[in-house]
T-cell receptor, first 115, second 117 residues
Framework: AQKITQTQPGMFVQEKEAVTLDCTYD???????LFWYKQPSSGEMIFLIY??????QNATEGRYSLNFQKARKSANLVISASQLGDSAMYFC????????????FGQGTELSVKP | SAVISQKPSRDICQRGTSLTIQCQVD?????MFWYRQQPGQSLTLIAT?????????ESGFVIDKFPISRPNLTFSTLTVSNLSPEDSSIYLC??????????????FGQGTRLTVV
């Protein structure tokens, strides 16, 4: 069965510093994608970054990068130069190619950025 | 990318009534998904809605409680029936523009925050 694990219920980071949010996954399927979403208090899910299981390079999108370690089945999100507006819930999710397109989510990490 | 408009953004409903949530996409998509997020919890898939066929429900979710319509490739509705306080959640629709043939894209509507009193 597929599973996503986020072991950090809450994280604090000082403004302008970098922070890493952990995510490990479990699947036996070779074709999958890993996603990170940001959910502010408004409740919307904002797509941040995507990593495919066959991608050779780690994904980057502006201040977001994904540290993909396939052998360890981890897909950690790195946010550089944290801003106060980064305070939110962050969810890691996985989609397996042959499972009909649904996303499986981790429990989330609440990030608080301190001024 | 796909732009998804979800309505209403929030509602307060009396127990025993129903709420219908609409999801409109700016392009044709094969697959639409409905998720529930209970307070303080992660997202759980309710069902997958494909145009022209019955929705496929996940374990623990039934059509009588969560009827779904998918009349065309850009629109879907989720109804939450016979509301109880336990239904208070955020409900989100999501689309896969690639129709499930790619793992690269997954976009969400703004969510509907439902409170049942």
């Amino acid at each position: 069965a597929q599973k996503i694990t986020q072991t950090q219920p809450g994280m604090f980071v000082q403004e302008k510093e970098a922070v890493t949010l952990d995510c490990t996954y479990d699947t036996s399927d070779p074709s999958y994608g890993l996603f990170w979403y940001k959910q502010p208090s408004s409740g919307e899910m904002i797509f941040l970054i995507y990593q495919g299981s066959y991608d050779q390079q780690n994904a980057t999108e502006g201040r977001y990068s994904l540290n993909f370690q396939k052998a360890r089945k981890s897909a950690n999100l790195v946010i550089s130069a944290s801003q106060l507006g980064d305070s939110a819930m962050y969810f890691c999710a996985m989609r397996v190619y042959n499972q009909g397109g649904k996303l499986i989510f981790g429990q989330g990490t609440e990030l608080s950025v301190k001024p | 990318s796909a732009v998804i408009s979800q309505k209403p953004s929030r509602d307060i409903c009396q127990r025993g009534t129903s709420l219908t949530i609409q999801c409109q996409v700016d392009s044709q998509v094969t697959m639409m998904f409905w998720y529930r997020q209970q307070p303080g919890q992660s997202l759980t898939l309710i069902a997958t809605a494909n145009q022209g066929s019955e929705a496929t429900y996940e374990s623990g979710f039934v059509i009588d409680k969560f009827p779904i319509s998918r009349p065309n490739l850009t629109f879907s509705t989720l109804t939450v029936s016979n509301l109880s306080p336990e239904d208070s959640s955020i409900y989100l629709c999501s689309v896969d523009p690639q129709g499930g043939t790619s793992v690269t894209e997954a976009f969400f509507g703004q969510g509907t925050r439902l409170t049942v009193v």
